[in-house]
Nanobody, 128 residues
Framework: QVQLVESGGGVVQAGGSLRLSCAAS????????MGWFRQAPGKEREFVAA????????YYADSMKGRFTISRDNAKNTVYLQMNSLKPEDTAVYYC?????????????????????WGQGIQVTVSS
């Protein structure tokens, strides 16, 4: 089992940047695919970005491409989400998630129901 703790959220003006971090503890971090998801008020949770176990392959939701960057540091047991050019519609609770194993299909990275472990979530608010 792995425990996930997000940090770095807060309030930022539109056009600004934030970097979220997700620290993992419990098991070998490099054994996990890592993902970020978000849930806006009144909406379902949606995929944001994901990264494979060695940090080579990354996946993004279309609306985040070019603005968000996911990365990981396996030596620090941490995954990051750099968010630039933030928009008010990016306001949401952001969740870090982990999948124990390997996704053999690229489409699997987008499927939140496959992830085994979740953080508690962190609020990101973008003001206009």
């Amino acid at each position: 089992q792995v425990q996930l703790v997000e940090s770095g959220g807060g309030v930022v003006q539109a056009g600004g940047s934030l970097r979220l971090s997700c620290a993992a503890s419990g098991r070998t971090f490099s054994n996990y695919v890592m993902g970020w998801f978000r849930q806006a008020p009144g909406k379902e949770r949606e995929f944001v970005a994901a990264i494979n176990r060695i940090g080579v392959n990354t996946y993004y939701a279309d609306s985040m491409k070019g603005r968000f960057t996911i990365s990981r540091d396996n030596a620090k047991n941490t995954v990051y989400l750099q968010m630039n050019s933030l928009k008010p519609e990016d306001t949401a609770v952001y969740y870090c998630a982990a999948y124990s194993g390997i996704f053999y299909s690229g489409s699997s990275y987008y499927r939140q129901e496959l992830y085994h472990y979740w953080g508690q979530g962190i609020q990101v608010t973008v003001s206009s």
